[in-house]
């Protein structure tokens, strides 16, 4: 199946020529490439998180395919569900699913479910997709959308992912998608949102799980986070950086209730 663009005109452009020209404007092109295992980008509308997803893409040397895992805000389909065929649909062109890699996880897994519905609508993946497309148009993609089961089962995932990876002995990038703190003064934000990112640049997803948890953190994708960081650990992930953070009051100057934005790397040792 085709997976069509459903936030295409709303969070982004819609036509392929303004799409370009928005990211051109958020990423630097002559910045020097890294060789990274994984990212956290989030996944708002360009104007508000764009420039912190550009900052972040603009670092990285792109690989042939990305898993790319965000949570469910629709609360369709399955509570963990990976897409293994097909393409996917931006204004940019077709982006096709690696089905090898796809169906590996997919069989390795004791959790992921082969389920197309929680992704028809779901924007979480879907704007990660204009970024790496201006920079290569030719990648593959493996989608997977976590609902809401538990750290423990999370961070199985994760090291069944990279399972899969190591058996096939592919050069990928895994994508967290997430948005920080939700609707709230930039300053209460902001010290939230700095726990949740310690944790992560520290490449400890228990400690990401306990914050998110004691200081009622409203980052809707912790748990592809803690999936990221199990798998890049395991693929012998040694560092992470902070590229960029904002929120939402950063652009639009009301600073009353924000959404925040940080764009993360993820490296192994040698980096």
Same mark, same amino acid.
């Given at each position: 199946?085709?997976?069509?663009?459903?936030?295409?005109?709303?969070?982004? &452009?819609?036509?392929?020529?303004?799409?370009?020209?928005?990211?051109?404007?958020?990423?630097?092109?002559?910045?020097?490439?890294?060789?990274?295992?994984?990212?956290?980008? &989030?996944?708002?509308?360009?104007?508000?998180?764009?420039?912190?997803?550009?900052a972040t893409i603009s670092r990285v040397k792109l690989k042939d395919t990305f898993i790319i895992i965000?949570?469910?805000?629709?609360?369709?389909?399955?509570?963990?569900?990976?897409?293994?065929?097909?393409?996917?649909?931006?204004?940019?062109?077709?982006?096709?699913?690696?089905?090898?890699?796809?169906?590996?996880?997919?069989?390795?897994?004791?959790?992921?479910?082969?389920?197309?519905?929680?992704?028809?609508?779901?924007?979480?993946?879907?704007?990660?997709?204009?970024?790496?497309?201006?920079?290569?148009?030719?990648?593959?993609?493996?989608? $997977? $959308?976590?609902?809401?089961?538990?750290?423990?089962?999370?961070?199985?995932?994760?090291?069944?992912?990279?399972?899969?990876?190591?058996?096939?002995?592919?050069?990928?990038?895994?994508?967290?998608?997430?948005?920080?703190?939700?609707? =709230?003064?930039?300053?209460?934000?902001?010290?939230?949102?700095?726990?949740? $990112?310690?944790?992560?640049?520290?490449?400890?997803?228990?400690?990401?799980?306990?914050?998110?948890?004691?200081?009622?953190?409203?980052?809707?994708?912790?748990?592809?986070?803690?999936?990221?960081?199990?798998?890049?650990? =395991?693929?012998?992930?040694?560092?992470?950086?902070?590229?960029?953070?904002?929120?939402?009051?950063?652009?639009?100057?009301?600073?009353?209730?924000?959404?925040?934005?940080?764009?993360?790397? $993820?490296?192994?040792?040698?980096?």
């Open positions: 199946m085709i997976r069509r663009a459903v936030v295409a005109g709303q969070f982004y &452009p819609a036509s392929a020529s303004e799409l370009k020209a928005t990211v051109k404007a958020m990423v630097k092109e002559e910045i020097a490439k890294e060789e990274v295992i994984g990212l956290v980008l &989030p996944h708002a509308g360009y104007i508000y998180s764009g420039p912190v997803a550009g965000g949570p469910n805000h629709t609360g369709a389909g399955r509570p963990l569900s990976i897409m293994t065929e097909g393409s996917w649909e931006t204004p940019l062109g077709e982006v096709e699913i690696d089905e090898e890699l796809g169906k590996k996880i997919l069989a390795d897994s004791k959790y992921l479910e082969e389920d197309d519905r929680a992704h028809l609508y779901e924007h979480s993946i879907e704007v990660q997709l204009p970024f790496l497309q201006y920079f290569k148009p030719d990648f593959k993609l493996v989608p $997977i $959308i976590f609902g809401h089961p538990n750290g423990a089962i999370y961070k199985e995932v994760g090291k069944e992912i990279a399972g899969a990876i190591k058996a096939l002995g592919r050069e990928v990038v895994i994508i967290a998608s997430s948005d920080m703190s939700h609707y =709230e003064p930039q300053e209460s934000a902001q010290k939230k949102d700095t726990q949740a $990112i310690g944790a992560m640049l520290n490449l400890d997803e228990d400690e990401l799980l306990k914050r998110v948890d004691e200081f009622n953190i409203t980052m809707c994708g912790y748990a592809p986070a803690v999936s990221l960081i199990v798998a890049a650990k =395991e693929l012998g992930a040694k560092s992470a950086e902070l590229v960029k953070y904002q929120t939402s009051g950063d652009v639009s100057g009301d600073f009353s209730s924000v959404v925040g934005y940080a764009g993360i790397i $993820i490296k192994g040792g040698g980096e």
